[in-house]
């Protein structure tokens, strides 16, 4: 089935460690996101890239990084430099210029900070 | 810049009552869509309605209605007869016309339904 894969669903992370997020899409989508939520914040854009080897900050990109080396591909890497990185990330895809904007998300992936 | 409100963080019902979940935009763009998204406990948002700045019309879906006033930037959705299944977070969401732009969400409203 076409869909988008987040991995893992839970990860643990000591301070001061740098963790990679996957997320994988077949659904053929151009356009990549990635959102952090946070208990009453809602969800806040990190990152997105609308073409393979091009990506945009977003809202709150500090102590992130992206590649987007595959269209199918979006990793997220939460690095020691994000000062609260504890919340639920989750990563989205849409379709191509002239598309009509909805978001199709994956699961999401919960980081918890030791 | 665009923003979406919703101003109510959670609501309480008793199943089978009615329950509407307000939203209330800003934008600077003439055209621009509007979204509802559904985040059950699972977590994984779920797309319910999309609707496009040029069309008005109030839409019904079964249980679930939408109400879009262009004149008071609302965008609200109704749930009747409201039933357990219906707990979970519910997300309205604003993006632009143009393709690949990021929507914008607001903080959600949780919805907790009572049997």
């Known amino acids: 089935d076409g869909g988008i894969t987040q991995s893992p669903k839970y990860l643990f992370r000591k301070e001061g460690q740098n963790v990679t997020l996957s997320c994988e899409q077949n659904l053929n989508h151009d356009a990549m996101y990635w959102y952090r939520q946070d208990p009453g914040q809602g969800l806040r854009l990190i990152y997105y890239s609308q073409i393979v080897n091009d990506f945009q900050k977003g809202d709150i990109a500090e102590g992130y990084s992206v590649s987007r080396e595959k269209k199918e591909s979006f990793p997220l890497t939460v690095t020691s430099a994000q000062k609260n990185p504890t919340a639920f990330y989750l990563c989205?895809?849409?379709?191509?210029?002239?598309?009509?904007?909805?978001?199709?998300f994956g699961e999401g992936s919960r980081l918890t900070v030791l | 810049a665009q923003k979406v409100t919703q101003a109510q963080t959670e609501i309480s019902v008793v199943e089978k009552e009615d329950v509407t979940l307000d939203c209330v935009y800003e934008t600077r763009d003439t055209t621009y869509y509007l979204f509802w998204y559904k985040q059950p406990p699972s977590g994984e948002l779920v797309f319910l309605i999309r609707r496009n700045s040029f069309d008005e019309q109030n839409e019904i879906s079964g249980r679930y209605s939408w109400n879009f006033q262009k004149s008071t930037s609302s965008f609200n959705f109704t749930i009747t007869a409201s039933q357990v299944v219906d707990s979970a977070v519910y997300f309205c969401?604003?993006?632009?016309?143009?393709?690949?732009?990021?929507?914008?969400f607001g903080k959600g409203t949780r919805l907790s339904v009572i049997a």
């Open positions: 969401a604003l993006s632009r016309t143009s393709g690949n732009t990021p929507l914008v």
């Open positions: 989205a895809s849409s379709t191509g210029a002239g598309g009509t904007g909805e978001l199709f």
